[in-house]
């Protein structure tokens, strides 16, 4: 894919040295696999609790009301990370601040391979929460610096994609060395996988030239008058495109991490698979997704050199996946074991996650480039908020229920209740196209 560049000849990213065009577009390329990578160990540290999470309730003599706990306080910081990685990502270089992140996560791993209790397990989650919370929005933040507005689509889904890549490779390497060595094992890998990453991003991780992130091209439903160079925050926030897209990212997450914290459970405690069945299952939503995510950026960048508009592409589209995903939740708690309910698991996931990158591009489309990171990092933690709340009532419904498998079942409900809700509304909010008019015409 072609990277439309702004200067000639070449470019100078953010390290200062001055680029050919070519070199430009390869580069792009180099920078988004390392983003992707970034990602995979990103949502790889999410869902080993929940691979690990029999042998610790085990070790640890964890109820599920305790084990919820450590779920959610993966969470508990996140939104402060989001916040201050999107103050930093306007201050500090990608190349030394994500470098830096992805060291932390190491860090926060590493007490887990020895002994611990349940304050530590707490403590470290908190931690590895807070670290790894600006992470989405400083890697969007990098993405889209290397390309034009109107082919953000496809490089923020490729992105997105690598936190179902984390998960799918995750869930059988993570659950094997838990089987044949031990929970503690598995956090071992994690860390120096972390410390890897690291070290590449370190040598090959950059923003990009300040040219790619301007403009926008034809077949973009038309010409749009240019935003200001800044716009106050709390305007940007009434938007409705940022009221609405917060609203639609906070269901989805709330999916997410009840995917990524009690999924593998359910499937062994509520659904009685053993624990490698139910590591390769739990492995298939996240199959889906990717391939959902990555199809979903190829249909809305066909679609926007087609000509349909912002609001459709990138606000109705969305939308309509996470309503979608939202009933198919309500569907999986009302069918018993097997292939049925399976299918409603993988396709609510994939579904779910398959309107990220469109949605975070139309977030872009209005968000001055200078301020994107921190409006990123402040609807990360206002989606973040999902995180902490979802693994908490699903804990305790599991908890309260007559019998684990009902009590899964009405936490499934009530998630898919409410990610309909915020589908709407989204659906009724989002548009881009009106609000870049709108902050142009007040500048």
Not at 105 to 123: E, K
Not at 162 to 177: C, E, F, Q, R
Not at 292 to 318: D, E, F, K
Request: net charge positive.
């Amino acid at each position: 894919m072609a990277v439309d560049q702004q200067e000639a000849p070449g470019s100078v990213p953010a390290d200062g040295v001055r680029m050919s065009d070519a070199s430009v577009k390869r580069r792009a390329w180099i920078v988004v696999a390392l983003l992707v990578c970034l990602m995979v160990v990103n949502y790889a540290d999410k869902v080993v609790v929940g691979l690990a999470g029999v042998g610790m309730k085990k070790e640890l003599g964890l109820d599920n009301a305790q084990f919820g706990v450590i779920q959610s306080s993966f969470f508990w910081l996140f939104a402060v990370g989001c916040i201050l990685g999107g103050w930093l990502g306007g201050k500090v270089r990608a190349r030394w601040l994500l470098a830096g992140i992805a060291g932390l996560w190491a860090l926060t791993l590493a007490p887990m391979t020895a002994q611990v209790g349940f304050t530590v397990v707490v403590l470290c989650r908190v931690l590895l929460g807070f670290a790894e919370g600006p992470t989405a929005a400083l890697a969007m933040q990098v993405a889209h610096s290397w390309f034009p507005a109107h082919r953000r689509a496809i490089p923020s889904s490729v992105v997105v994609a690598g936190a179902g890549i984390g998960p799918v490779i995750a869930n059988p390497v993570l659950t094997a060395v838990i089987t044949h060595y031990s929970w503690h094992a598995a956090f071992g890998v994690l860390a120096a996988f972390g410390l890897v990453i690291a070290a590449l991003w370190l040598v090959w991780g950059r923003s990009g030239p300040e040219g790619a992130s301007a403009g926008h091209g034809p077949g973009e439903g038309g010409s749009r008058p240019a935003l200001p160079e800044r716009v106050p925050l709390g305007r940007l926030f009434r938007t409705g495109t940022l009221i609405g897209i917060s609203l639609l990212f906070f269901v989805a997450y709330a999916y997410t991490a009840v995917k990524v914290s009690w999924l593998p459970l359910y499937l062994q405690e509520g659904l009685g698979y053993d624990a490698e069945t139910a590591g390769n299952l739990a492995s298939l939503p996240y199959i889906g997704a990717v391939v959902s995510v990555l199809l979903v950026g190829v249909i809305s960048t066909v679609m926007t050199r087609r000509g349909v508009s912002n609001r459709i592409t990138r606000g109705l589209l969305p939308a309509a996946l996470v309503l979608v995903a939202g009933v198919c939740s309500i569907g999986m708690s009302m069918l018993d074991q097997g292939t049925p309910q399976m299918v409603m698991i993988i396709l609510g996931a994939s579904l779910n996650s398959a309107g990220y990158g469109v949605a975070y591009a139309g977030i872009a489309d209005i968000a001055p480039a200078k301020q994107r990171g921190m409006v990123f990092g402040i609807i990360t933690a206002v989606y973040s908020l999902g995180g902490v709340v979802a693994p908490l009532v699903l804990g305790k419904l599991v908890a309260s229920g007559d019998s684990v498998a009902l009590g899964y079942g009405d936490g499934f409900l009530v998630l898919g209740v409410t990610m309909i809700i915020g589908a709407v509304a989204a659906l009724l909010l989002v548009d881009p196209d009106r609000d870049v008019a709108k902050l142009a015409a007040e500048a």
